[in-house]
């Protein structure tokens, strides 16, 4: 259908005149038909053009106001509107596509595009599969993915205002990475509000409703008492449906950590962190336990009283507060829930560590400690057996609220820029597999580098300008997408991943967890009902 005539392009803007009776939204994807090529472009923005002078309006809309009838003696000529569009594509006679090399020329009909013709924009070529493409508020049957492999070591970044739909994302990337039978991908989450495993409320799943966590979930939680599988049942229309998922306690033994677990959280001040090293030096393993147990007077003895009675004290009180009194950092040596939780990983499963109600501290602790180990594990594999580490998934790491890492405030101290262990893996991780993917509600804090070097980014509503400017002004492919940003509603993104091939913002809606799940369950129904009667046949003969 066509929608309008371009009247001006210029870079990789085009403005067209709006068709009077066709509506054009904001986010819709269209097409200028050229001789050699054929531009796809996205509406951002629009502008009325008008030949009027100021008298002239102001005496329109006075007569309007006071409800008269109102002629414009020529009106299309001297007044329309206008959509002001970014040119995201060109897609050559031969079918190619390729960034925009040229503009279209003036005069040239606007059309809507088929959706075979969005096929052509080769979307849909990765295997974690977001949502389908949509076109200002419509969604199309057309879907979006990403690849993992390419996408995942390059980290990502997923933010939106608080409801904007990040978690569900989040369930969505995790329920691919298990449904994909070769292991390929493996995934960590810290989840402190129990979202992830069944939902959390009646009204929403978890990954384990889907019938892939049974190979592909690892679930580890203070609810879990032993080491096995766990048995999780439901019902879904009238069946009941059972699943046995691998699972273990979360328990970590005190002597396994080291003084970096601690301060690279970010929560000490210099002199708090040369006390953790003192200890560290000189009673080894046992430096925590010490710090721990012993009298304030007695470390201060031990450590040849180089070290401040108050900061002793600080540092023990943090140190306690984050550990908590909770049962998941014990004294016991029996059991660690690290190596574990690394060979699930190695294995290519999504291992969802749960801990509801834990303190921010303690999240804070729990993620540093798994992500140093899962770094280290894939850095000296690397190094010492490559054929091995070639042959172990490429795993994506989700930091939520990741602007307590990132931001500027945490990263300067004291006047000098710290790394820690997510600017390191953000900086080097790519060499080793090892991806982030960083949620945040306030990337306008995250540090500019850090926004630079999460390479696939999903943007979801952000009305704030502190926030959608941050990321549009170090995002490649962003520019002018503000307005878009502003009124996008919950669950519905822009996503760029150059890495994946994908150098326009594509809008999309991402899919509800939910709606992939109820699928699933409907065919695991259906499938079980056949194989019941199949049986009762059978019996009857
Ligand atoms: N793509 C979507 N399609 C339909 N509903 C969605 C979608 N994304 C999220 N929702 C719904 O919106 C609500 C909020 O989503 P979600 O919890 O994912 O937001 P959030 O950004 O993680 O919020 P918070 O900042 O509070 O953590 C949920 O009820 C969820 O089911
Ligand atoms: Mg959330």
């Known amino acids: 259908m066509k929608v309008g005539v371009v009247v001006w392009a210029e870079g990789t803007t085009v403005k067209f005149r709006i068709l009077e009776d066709v509506t054009v939204e904001r986010g819709d994807i269209l097409k200028v038909e050229g001789h050699a090529v054929k531009h796809i472009i996205k509406v951002v923005d629009f502008k009325p053009e008008t030949l009027l002078t100021p008298i002239e309006i102001a005496r329109l809309s006075l007569k309007k106001a006071r409800g008269e009838e109102v002629e414009l003696y020529d009106g299309p000529l001297r007044y329309y509107d206008t959509a002001i569009a970014t040119i995201v594509a060109e897609i050559t006679r031969d079918g190619d596509v390729r960034r925009p090399t040229s503009v279209p020329k003036l005069f040239t009909d606007v059309y809507t595009l088929e959706e075979d013709e ?28 990403i690849s993992g492999a390419k996408a995942f070591p390059h980290h990502m970044l997923i933010c939106s205002i608080t409801g904007g739909g990040k978690t569900n994302l989040g369930k969505v990337i995790a329920w691919n990475i298990m449904r994909l039978r070769d292991r390929r991908y493996s995934m960590v989450i810290v989840d402190t509000e129990g979202e992830y495993f069944d939902g959390g409320d009646s009204h929403h799943l978890g990954l384990v409703h889907s019938p892939s966590s049974e190979e592909g979930l690892f679930f580890v939680s203070y609810r879990v008492k032993d080491k096995g599988r766990i048995t999780y049942r439901f019902r879904y229309n009238g069946a009941l449906i059972e699943r046995r998922i691998r699972a273990c306690p979360l328990r970590i033994s005190i ?90 990983v190695l294995k290519g499963m999504v291992v969802l560590l749960d801990m509801p109600g834990a303190s921010d501290a303690q999240e804070r602790l729990l993620t540093v400690i798994v992500t140093r180990r899962i770094f280290r594990k894939y850095e000296v594999e690397r190094r010492i057996n490559p054929s091995r580490w070639r042959r172990y998934p490429t795993v994506i790491i989700v930091i939520e609220e990741a602007h307590r890492y990132f931001s500027k405030a945490v990263l300067m101290k004291h006047g000098e820029r710290r790394d820690n262990i997510f600017t390191t893996i953000s900086k080097r991780g790519r060499k080793y597999r090892v991806g982030l993917c960083c949620i945040t509600q306030m990337p306008g804090e995250l540090e500019e580098t850090i926004i630079r070097q999460q390479l696939t980014k999903i943007v979801l509503p952000l009305p704030t300008k502190p926030d959608y400017s941050k990321v549009v002004n170090y995002t490649p492919y962003l520019e002018g997408a503000e307005e878009e940003i502003k009124n996008l509603e919950r669950g519905e993104a822009l996503l760029i991943s150059p890495p994946s091939g994908i150098k326009f913002a594509v809008p999309l809606k991402i899919h509800q967890f939910e709606d992939l799940v109820y699928e699933e369950l409907e065919e695991e129904v259906l499938k079980s009902k056949v194989i019941s009667q199949d049986r009762r046949l059978k019996s009857s003969y």
């Open 118 to 145: 969005i096929e052509e924009l080769n979307l849909d070529t990765g295997d974690i599969e977001l949502g389908f493409v949509r076109m200002g508020s419509k969604v199309t049957t057309c879907r979006v993915s």
């Open 255 to 344: 002597s396994s950590l080291h003084p970096d677990d601690f301060i690279e959280t970010g929560e000490f001040t210099p002199p708090q962190e040369s006390l953790l090293w003192l200890l560290w030096r000189e009673h080894g393993d046992e430096w925590l336990d010490i710090l721990l147990r012993r009298p304030i007077d007695s470390i201060y003895a031990s450590l040849g009283r180089r070290v401040m009675k108050s900061t002793i004290a600080v540092t023990k009180r943090k140190v306690h507060m984050m550990i908590g009194d909770d049962g998941i950092f014990i004294e016991e040596d029996d059991y660690d829930v690290l190596g574990d939780i690394l060979e699930a």
